[in-house]
């Protein structure tokens, strides 16, 4: 039983298939931004579902932006050794990629999308160096970041202020990023993102 699994995970670090990690503070248009590169069929993308336990908003699918599960069924997980990485990203909100995730996208042949959270992203890309590649998406400023986050109207007064307050925080990671994308301009933000993305997928 042993030597399979050491096998699988043997598998799913040497498939030729890339893995592009996109990370940002909440509210800098990362979402719009891996929508619209899943719509370009040569990047061949595939985007990874994670786990979350916070509540969905209404113009989420569950199943197809995140799987939503309670907080006893993440703990669940967690126990069964089911994820590549997990956070507790909010305070008892939990965000999670799964293993099987990556087989199911693997199976699929997509080079595989992350939409992370800026400590998450760095920890797939410690766990795959020679096969991924991490994208930092920088809002334009802090102000800018609140601005988006109100006109959003997805989240409450209370969970604003702490999405600035860590992404206050998180802007002190993007060096760590191979890249580092200012999101001003969201048209040629895309163009640039999509650029490198062609690059990498291309070689070796
Ligand atoms: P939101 O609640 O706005 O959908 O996501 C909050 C943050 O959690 C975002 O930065 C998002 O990218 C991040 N996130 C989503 N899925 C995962 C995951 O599987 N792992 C980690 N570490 N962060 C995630």
Known sequence: IRKNKRATAKRIIMKKEKLIIIAAPSG???TTIVKELLSLEKLNLGFSISLTTRVKRDNEI???????VSVSDFKEKIRNNDFIEWEEVYKNVYYGTTKSEI????????NIVFDMDVVGGLNVKTQ???TSISIF???PGLIELKRRLINRK???????????D???KELEYSDKYDFVIINDNLEL????IKEIIYQFIKTQ
């Open 62 to 68: 569950n199943g197809k932006d995140y799987h939503f």
């Open 137 to 139: 998406i920088k809002p």
């Open 103 to 110: 087989k199911r996208l693997n199976i699929e042949e997509k």
């Open 166 to 168: 860590k992404a206050t």
């Open 189 to 192: 933000a895309i163009k640039e």
């Open 128 to 130: 795959f160096p020679n």
């Open 28 to 30: 800098s248009g990362k």
């Open 154 to 164: 997805t989240e409450s007064q209370k969970s604003i202020e702490f999405r600035i």
